[in-house]
């Protein structure tokens, strides 16, 4: 079976101010319909910039990005970002509102057609009640409610969370874990997922591809349920 996305022998490259930085260094893996996937590594390991690549925001440098067999070379509405920040909603629209907006500024849907796919994902999100309040009147775990149901509503294949929950307090960061894993047993979705936490990454993941420190090149791809936390350190920070 062809996997969804393909990320074949792919290096990055960005320009500081001084130097041409090299992120990774010629990463494969492959994603299926419907895996949570993770992507595991130290801090400047290049995990976002692949992110960016796998959205179309970077171009590698050498391999390709496969979606459907057809290749990356540009944004589209068929990979949606969700990021780590709460500035992602528009700050004079309500959470309906912010919703609305993405399904018709994007030709998704018309206006009324929109209007029910936003009531449907903001019920989802157990948000009902809120949907009529604006962006600064809510805590920063429901923002982000508000981001992954605006990101699920437009129906991507592709859902891209870099780091979605790091910004969060420990308890809300374990709330907002369960409530993405709810929607995903409940819809099936297909997720490529960024985190430096380790128990995260075994929380979140059904696959998780562990990356080296700078630059980042694969150290190993395993099954989630086939590790536990002292596995996973030992693979990446003790094993040559």
Known sequence: MTPLLSVQGVTLRYATRKHIVTATWRVSFHVSQSDRFVILGPSGCGKSTLLKAVGGYVQPVEGSILLNATKVTAPGPDRVFVFQ???????????????????????????????????????????????????????????????????MAMEPQILLMDEPFAALDALTRARMQDELLQLWSDTKFTVLFVTHSIPEALRIGSRILLLTAHPGQVKAEVEARDCDEARIEEMLFHHA
């Open 85 to 151: 920040e709460f500035d992602q909603l528009l700050p004079w629209k309500t959470v309906r509102e912010n919703i609305t907006f993405a399904l018709t500024a994007s030709g998704k849907l018309p206006r009324r057609e929109a209007g029910q796919r936003a009531a449907h994902f903001i019920e989802k999100v157990r948000l009902a009640e809120f949907a009529n309040s604006y962006p600064h009147t809510l805590s920063g775990g429901m923002k982000q409610r508000v981001a992954i149901a605006r990101a």
